[in-house]
């Protein structure tokens, strides 16, 4: 069975650093592309950050989040993080994770965790 559990959101204040991790399990983890990717209320769901399969030499951020953001993968483990620093209110969402066939996220992910909520407070 394939699953990707999204765990580490929670309530921080502004300007606060939370770690989400992503653990995978029931597929080839080292051949996917993983990516992280959030929604907020009555906005669309939107990518946050994406790591390339095998051994993640290729890393994308969305603008909004480049330079406080940081993205790894241990293929030991099955596992990505999403280092989140200096957060602001706008990071308010809920952060899933995403498994991608494709060397880079392709926007055609195959798996999808649940998600974990993240809530930043001014």
């Known amino acids: 069975e394939v699953q990707l559990v999204e765990s580490g959101g929670g309530l921080v204040q502004t300007g606060g650093s939370l770690r989400l991790s992503c653990a995978a399990s029931?597929?080839?983890?080292?051949?996917?592309?993983i990516g992280w990717f959030r929604q907020a209320p009555g906005k669309e769901r939107e990518g946050v950050s994406c790591?390339?399969?095998?051994?993640?030499?290729?890393?994308t951020y969305a603008d909004s989040v480049k330079g406080r953001f940081s993205i790894s993968r241990d293929n030991f483990n099955n596992t990505v993080h999403l280092q989140m620093n200096s957060l602001k209110p706008e990071d308010t969402a809920v952060y899933y994770c995403?498994?991608?066939?494709?060397?880079?996220?392709?926007?055609?992910?195959?798996?999808w965790g649940r998600g974990t909520q993240v809530t930043v407070s001014s």
């Open positions: 995403a498994a991608d066939t494709a060397y880079i996220c392709s926007g055609y992910e195959d798996y």
């Open positions: 029931g597929f080839p983890f080292e051949d996917f592309a």
């Open positions: 790591i390339s399969n095998r051994d993640g030499s290729t890393i």
